[in-house]
């Protein structure tokens, strides 16, 4: 279902890592600089004016900016940066989806009297982000999803960019087949073997054309983005899934230091996912190998859960089947994810029908019925030490001396609104 007038917003913080670190330290202002070491996680815009790239190595990075400065990651920041920036958007508009971290769609439909035109409430945002945050952040405004955020794209950094209703496609199909959403290098290496290079070449083909250039989901999803459909509203929603992820750099791993890593990955979801208040059923491993390349492995577990023990299990029986596939071809990343997340009042208790009867069921209970509740009164302990003493100051042997700070951020957690 259309809108009828240009009221959606993408709002995109602009080099987000790199610029907290350029806002925290005046000195690196105006400086090349990336954020982390051995692969680059964030680059400012005068590093990327040298064609350096987030996920580079950081070698191949330092060889295109000789005067590169190096920052060490700090996860803390840029989370509290992003509650931070959420929040303004909480109260600019009741309706706002998040993506990721750093960006966000809202819909200022309905605003106009209380707030002005949306490109008044998009210019708004943005000075409220500096003067608050500290932070550029790139607006777009369009009629539709997909046309905001080509338009942010295209208006980077740090500015606004309106598309008219009724300039839609003057705008739009100019662009490179690379500003379609969902069209990547292999996508686009097809789409240029056609002769399609820019978005006007694909709106030009029939959607027959394209399905069976790219089969049927990506053929009729990258024609309706070409001729400017997209009905997707702008939804208020909580994430579908929480995770972590770990680069463990390239040479030789073994199984034992990858198990711990995946532990202390899953212990930091773990207690996100109970200060959120939320239960999980899917485990998702995800590696990435020497030679780039990616997969993900995962489990459903019987019921929704939040416990450590289970969660933690699962994980590990995904990386004991992925075990001949990492020693074949290297492992460099390693990441677990919780998804199919739901609230924490749906937990379904379960029936001890395969438990042996012991000391505990002669007392009354039963088995997993006590070791259920002795693991969430454990977690809770250990939910709270770490909220008052650092994720370090309690953890198990095997973790003994293992980096306890945060992972990568991801969208801010809170309980149901």
């Given at each position: 279902m259309?809108?009828?007038?240009?009221?959606?917003?993408h709002?995109?913080?602009?080099?987000?890592?790199?610029?907290?670190?350029?806002?925290?330290?005046?000195?690196?202002?105006g400086?090349?600089?990336?954020?982390?070491?051995?692969?680059?996680?964030?680059?400012?815009?005068?590093?990327?004016?040298?064609?350096?790239?987030?996920?580079?190595?950081?070698?191949?990075?330092?060889?295109?900016?000789?005067?590169?400065?190096?920052?060490?990651?700090?996860?803390?920041?840029?989370?509290?940066?992003?509650?931070?920036?959420?929040?303004?958007?909480?109260?600019?508009?009741?309706?706002?989806?998040?993506?990721?971290?750093?960006?966000?769609?809202?819909?200022?439909?309905?605003?106009?009297?209380?707030?002005?035109?949306?490109?008044?409430?998009?210019?708004?945002?943005?000075?409220?982000?500096a003067?608050?945050?500290?932070?550029?952040?790139?607006?777009?405004?369009?009629r539709?999803?997909?046309?905001?955020?080509?338009?942010?794209?295209?208006?980077?950094?740090?500015?606004?960019?309106?598309?008219?209703?009724?300039?839609?496609?003057?705008?739009?199909?100019?662009?490179?087949?690379?500003?379609?959403?969902?069209?990547?290098?292999?996508?686009?290496?097809?789409?240029?073997?056609?002769?399609?290079?820019?978005?006007?070449?694909?709106?030009?083909?029939?959607?027959?054309?394209?399905?069976?250039?790219?089969?049927?989901?990506?053929?009729?999803?990258?024609?309706?983005?070409?001729?400017?459909?997209?009905?997707?509203?702008?939804?208020?929603?909580?994430?579908?899934?929480?995770g972590?992820?770990?680069?463990?750099?390239?040479g030789?791993?073994?199984?034992?230091?990858?198990?711990e890593?995946?532990?202390?990955?899953?212990?930091r979801?773990?207690?996100?996912?109970?200060?959120?208040?939320?239960?999980?059923?899917?485990?998702?491993?995800?590696?990435?190998f020497?030679?780039?390349?990616?997969?993900?492995?995962?489990?459903?577990?019987?019921?929704?859960?939040?416990?450590?023990?289970?969660?933690?299990?699962?994980?590990?029986?995904?990386?004991?089947?992925?075990?001949?596939?990492?020693?074949?071809?290297?492992?460099?990343?390693?990441?677990?994810?919780?998804?199919?997340?739901?609230?924490?009042?749906?937990?379904?208790?379960?029936?001890?029908?395969?438990?042996?009867?012991?000391?505990?069921?002669?007392?009354?209970?039963?088995t997993?019925?006590?070791r259920?509740v002795?693991?969430?009164?454990?977690?809770?302990?250990?939910?709270?030490?770490?909220?008052?003493?650092?994720?370090?100051?309690?953890?198990?042997?095997?973790?003994?001396?293992r980096?306890?700070?945060?992972g990568?951020?991801?969208?801010p957690?809170?309980?149901?609104?």
């Amino acid at each position: 279902m259309f809108v009828s007038d240009a009221t959606v917003l993408h709002a995109d913080l602009d080099a987000f890592y790199a610029s907290v670190e350029q806002r925290d330290d005046p000195w690196l202002r105006g400086k090349p600089i990336v954020v982390g070491g051995g692969v680059v996680l964030a680059a400012s815009y005068e590093a990327k004016a040298h064609g350096i790239v987030t996920a580079m190595s950081g070698r191949a990075a330092r060889a295109l900016c000789p005067g590169l400065i190096s920052v060490p990651p700090r996860m803390e920041a840029y989370a509290q940066a992003s509650r931070d920036v959420f929040a303004i958007f909480d109260r600019t508009t009741p309706i706002v989806e998040g993506i990721s971290i750093d960006e966000a769609f809202l819909d200022v439909s309905g605003l106009g009297r209380i707030a002005g035109r949306p490109v008044d409430i998009a210019a708004r945002l943005r000075r409220t982000v500096a003067e608050e945050v500290g932070l550029p952040i790139t607006v777009g405004v369009a009629r539709t999803k997909f046309l905001a955020k080509v338009a942010s794209g295209v208006a980077k950094p740090d500015g606004l960019l309106l598309v008219p209703p009724h300039a839609e496609l003057e705008f739009l199909h100019p662009l490179p087949v690379q500003r379609l959403w969902g069209v990547g290098k292999v996508t686009a290496a097809k789409l240029h073997a056609h002769g399609l290079r820019t978005v006007a070449d694909v709106a030009a083909h029939s959607e027959s054309d394209l399905v069976s250039l790219l089969g049927r989901a990506a053929g009729r999803h990258l024609h309706a983005l070409a001729i400017g459909h997209d009905p997707r509203p702008v939804r208020h929603r909580r994430r579908s899934s929480m995770g972590a992820q770990h680069a463990l750099g390239r040479g030789p791993h073994s199984i034992e230091s990858v198990g711990e890593t995946l532990q202390l990955l899953v212990d930091r979801v773990c207690r996100r996912m109970r200060r959120a208040e939320r239960l999980g059923r899917t485990v998702v491993l995800r590696m990435r190998f020497a030679d780039y390349t990616r997969a993900t492995r995962s489990h459903t577990l019987p019921g929704a859960t939040a416990r450590t023990d289970l969660l933690s299990a699962a994980a590990r029986d995904l990386l004991e089947q992925t075990r001949p596939l990492i020693a074949e071809r290297g492992l460099t990343l390693i990441g677990i994810a919780v998804t199919n997340l739901v609230g924490e009042g749906v937990e379904q208790l379960e029936l001890p029908f395969d438990e042996p009867v012991d000391a505990a069921a002669d007392r009354g209970g039963d088995t997993r019925t006590h070791r259920a509740v002795d693991r969430h009164a454990l977690d809770a302990v250990l939910d709270d030490l770490h909220s008052r003493y650092g994720a370090g100051a309690v953890t198990s042997a095997a973790l003994l001396g293992r980096d306890h700070r945060p992972g990568v951020p991801l969208l801010p957690d809170g309980p149901e609104t």
